[in-house]
């Protein structure tokens, strides 16, 4: 197993978390560890007239003072949430911007759906009094280049930006491109994602993916693996990172590194063919050098759809074995934060393995039969983690898989 | 050996006609496909025309059941796949699906089919909600861009590495890039990359409306995209697709493949400036040009034509123009530069794989393609932007770049195989 | 009749194109650009954008840039479109 910072291209120094769990990451990992649920009943608008009424809100954010005040009307919330966080993760890097060339810093961010609540509001003016009346601001801030574009200007980050959208599997695949940069040319990139699209049409949206649940108590609507498994529930937030080629100037500040990661695309249903989730996950392992055991723990894709639960349960069997490593899923006490879940995976899976624990499932008490998995419940379990292997799907097929390395930043006070 | 991305196949849904050919045929002959806007009725918007594509998607092979559930986006590119297949002759039964990629870019993703469905759900935007159960089954797939990206892999059942590159005006040439980069790193022994934004709808052309970066031209519509012409005043709206079929170049030549061209070198930058402003030095756009020739171990004085970005705004004439002297110094004043968004306007984020696909075609036909409209030249842009007629050209290299809301300038190379 | 005013000015800008607070729009900064205030060309046609709508009146795309380019020429170019249009 590769187990030198040499071999990664990338290690996490820095990350800013806002998520339903928390604003600020030890908020958030406190409350992971404590099993405290940010799910509720969505007050961003009444959802009283729709069949789903909770969701994973940011309760504690609001944009005035924790973004410059030019840009929060000329922003949606996502972009908000991601420049905030980009601001928390560049402080937590504790790195100096100004010593590296400009050109050598990136910015990419996974999006899954832009501006939700922005594109909506300006619809309603065009459609409600005309066109005159859609706003300047339509233009820069619906577009899922937004929260890139603005968090490369914030920082000065000239160097080959980014956008990764492959809905739920974007956080994933925004840090495998960040890898892929900083084996190139770059030294630096903030990534990872955010989002928010809590407002009536993005509800209306997400309805029509058929995978939301319909549940009205919060402790009981999103089980995945569960015999009760009936679809998750929408959330907002997510975590951006600053990731780096790892060198001298690193030691002593990472959170992580990224050992290995892959990407596919799953067919099955339409074409018959086997899942691709379980080649994704060798071919993850292959890259990090790594073997099935020495994989500590797994952060669960956890979709709580009993078809896709069936699917990532077997996969994880016939890679691991079954019962065989344990497995997690954080984000029952978040929602599913879609371009922003996977990204918050990688910050909630650096911390476990900064600290040694790996944090429960909240939810789940009867797994499905067919779902042979040593998921960790009840209880935080404390061991020391070397690895961590994070498994994210979005919406239509898209596969990924990542594994990381421990790094070697002090262990926090827990 | 280094790996090589190769283009073996071009399939193209432009304004002016469905098919690599016709859009060809636009280009080489100078004619521009901008109109008064057909598609909706624009009498109350600022600018009021447009580039659209005549567009049957059943005359263009889809199902029934593919058009309703596809926004129009999704629509070009399944289309474009299917002919950029065809046309290179490769048989993916042969590979491994999971060496199958897709690399698709959208600056505005399935925008048409998510503005039709607020109008329903929301009753002409008179009453929100009226019920939540009108929303189309497809309304998610309209949500979320990746949709566009995950038609195409569906289309050739692809299992590998799977992405929609968003990065507004950029997205074409950046996810053209992505694929070139998949077969170099060897993710992926075949790619389907290219791009595709079908943005003809009130929302776009209001928002476009606001900031007064589009034509007002309405009365010689024909005429309006006037890039690096002295009257110019604004870009044309357009809408269409390009999907190139890259291969690894040796396998590619092993099958005796017939090679459009060689990807040869990519470059990105960020201006880090402003969400639609360019300074006029045109410095981060130099910088990427500069990065994709070192990829492609070429100097300036290899470049034999430059795809610009020309948009018929100002603002970003001016910059290219100084990126283009800046990077190439006296070369830029040597070669022949041209916009064909004079002639096919400009598809935001399709575009520049639609000018990719377009470099492509000029680097097999050796010819350059004009630049419509320009009869007056602005006298702050001095280089030679073929006016009006194509022109046939010794091309080995030849260079596109792009430049997009976000501050983001991408450049690629591509040369004779 | 004058009904605009640099509160009234601040107010539709910060509610539109947000104003950091330390930017200030009088005395002497009334005359300053709103370029060296830090607006730039899009917050200028939100901000005649918002000013058509509230006062029902057209801004001519050129008057944006040329007669509306600090605090004070934007309040007295409102203004004297709104006489204009009571006389």
């Given at each position: ?414 | ?9 071009i399939g193209a849904v432009a304004p002016g006609g469905v098919g690599r050919e016709a859009f060809w045929d636009l280009l080489s002959a100078g004619r521009t496909a901008t109109r ?13 025309i447009a580039a659209e594509v005549d567009f ?27 002919e ?136 010689d519509a024909a005429h309006a995209s006037r890039p690096f012409d ?6 044309v709206?357009g809408e269409g697709?390009a ?17 459009y ?44 034509y430059?795809n610009a970005?020309g948009?018929g ?23 022949p530069v041209s916009s064909i968004k004079s002639m096919v306007g400009h598809s935001?984020?399709?575009i520049?794989?639609i000018e990719?696909a377009a470099c492509a075609l000029a680097l097999d036909r050796q010819v350059v393609p004009p630049t419509a409209n320009l009869h ?8 030679d932007y073929v006016p009006l007629v194509a022109r046939e050209h010794?091309l080995?290299?030849v ?19 | ?87």
């Open positions: 197993m590769n187990t030198s910072t040499a071999g990664a291209a990338a290690v996490i120094t820095g990350m800013g978390v806002i998520a339903p769990t928390g604003v600020g990451t030890e908020e958030h990992w406190q409350a992971v560890l404590a099993g405290k649920t940010g799910i509720g009943r969505i007050t961003r608008f009444d959802p009283s007239g729709y069949p789903v009424r909770l969701a994973g809100e940011v309760a504690g954010f609001t944009a005035k003072g924790q973004v410059p005040a030019r840009l929060v009307p000329q922003t949606d919330r996502w972009t908000h949430l991601a420049l905030a966080a980009a601001d928390a993760a560049v402080a937590d890097s504790a790195v100096d911007l100004a010593s590296l060339p400009e050109y050598e810093m990136a910015v990419v961010t996974a999006s899954s759906s832009g501006g939700t609540e922005f594109g909506q509001h300006e619809m309603e003016r065009l459609y409600q009094n005309g066109p005159s009346w859609v706003g300047a601001y339509q233009s820069i801030a619906w577009f899922y280049a937004a929260t890139t574009g603005q968090v490369s200007i914030r920082h000065g980050m000239r160097g080959p930006c980014g956008v990764v959208c492959t809905e739920q599997a974007g956080g994933l695949d925004a840090v495998g491109q960040a890898r892929r940069l900083l084996r190139g040319q770059s030294r630096l990139v903030v990534t990872g994602g955010t989002d928010s699209s809590l407002c009536p049409y993005g509800l209306v949206a997400q309805l029509a993916n058929g995978h939301l649940s319909s549940a009205e108590d919060a402790d009981r609507a999103y089980l995945p693996f569960d015999v009760e498994a009936a679809g998750y529930v929408p959330g907002e937030g997510g975590a951006i990172l600053v990731a780096e080629r790892p060198g001298p100037d690193t030691q002593g500040r990472a959170y992580g590194r990224v050992l290995g990661y892959a990407a596919g695309f799953d067919q099955s249903a339409r074409t018959g063919r086997r899942p691709v989730l379980a080649g994704t996950i060798r071919r993850a392992l292959d890259d990090a050098r790594c073997v099935p055991d020495d994989i500590d723990v797994v952060f669960a894709d956890a979709a709580a759809d009993p078809h896709l639960d069936r699917v990532e349960a077997e996969a994880l069997a016939e890679v691991f074995g079954t019962h065989a490593v344990p497995v997690t899923a954080p984000k029952t006490l978040t929602g599913r934060l879609y371009g922003g879940g996977a990204a918050l995976d990688v910050a909630t899976a650096l911390l476990a393995l900064r600290d040694g624990v790996v944090p429960h499932t909240v939810g789940p008490t009867r797994l499905r039969s067919d779902c042979p998995l040593d998921l960790v419940r009840d209880a935080p379990r404390e061991r020391p983690l070397r690895t961590a292997l994070v498994v994210a799907r979005g919406y239509g097929g898209f596969t990924s898989a990542m594994v990381l390395g421990r790094g070697d930043r002090p262990a926090g006070d827990i | 050996m280094k790996r090589r991305a190769v283009v073996t196949g008064r806007i057909s598609m909706f009725d624009a009498s109350a918007f600022r600018s009021q049957d998607p059943r005359a263009a092979g889809l199902s029934a059941r593919e058009v309703r559930r596809m926004d129009r986006g999704a629509q070009f590119a399944v289309v474009s796949t299917r950029a297949l065809a046309d290179s002759g490769v048989d993916l039964a042969g590979f491994d699906p999971g060496r199958v990629g897709v690399s698709i870019g959208s600056a505005v993703g399935c925008t048409m089919g998510l503005e039709q469905e607020y109008e329903v759900l929301s009753n002409g935007g008179r009453e929100w909600l009226v019920d939540h159960s009108h929303g189309v089954p497809h309304l998610y797939g309209y949500m979320v861009p990746s949709t566009l990206a995950a038609e195409v892999a569906y289309e050739v059942a692809a299992e590998g590495t799977v992405a929609l590159i968003s990065t507004g005006c950029t997205s074409g040439l950046d996810a053209v890039g992505h694929g070139m980069q998949l077969i170099e790193e060897g993710s992926a022994d075949v790619v389907l990359a290219g791009a595709t934004d079908a943005p003809l709808s009130p929302i776009t052309s209001a928002c476009f409306d606001a900031i007064t970066a589009t034509s007002p031209n309405n009365d002295a009257r110019r005043d604004g870009f709206l697709c999907v190139l079929v890259l291969e690894d170049e040796e396998a590619a030549r092993r099958r005796g493949a017939r090679i061209a060689r990807l040869s070198g990519f470059g990105a930058r960020s201006n880090a400036f402003h969400m639609t402003g360019l300074k006029p030095d045109g410095r981060e756009m130099a910088e990427a040009i500069r990065v994709a020739l070192d990829g492609a171990e070429l100097n300036a004085s290899d470049v034999d430059i970005h948009s705004t100002k603002q970003n004439d001016r910059h290219e123009t100084a990126a283009f002297k800046r990077a190439l110094k006296q070369r830029a004043y040597e070669v935001l984020g399709a520049g794989a990719v007056h030249p602005d006298p702050e842009c001095d280089l010794r080995d290299a260079l596109s770049v792009g430049s997009g809301f976000g501050g983001f300038q991408s450049a690629m190379v591509l040369t004779r195989p | 009749m004058s009904t605009f005013d640099v509160a009234e000015l601040r107010e539709i800008m910060s509610a539109s194109v947000g104003v950091e607070d330390d930017v200030y729009f009088d005395g002497d900064h009334l005359d300053v650009p709103f370029a060296d205030l830090g607006f730039d060309s899009l917050a200028l046609l939100e901000l005649a954008s918002q000013i058509q709508r509230r006062y029902g009146m057209q801004i001519p795309d050129e008057a944006v840039t040329e007669d509306m380019s600090s605090p004070r020429a934007a309040v007295d170019y409102v203004n004297s479109r709104l006489v204009a249009a009571v006389a």
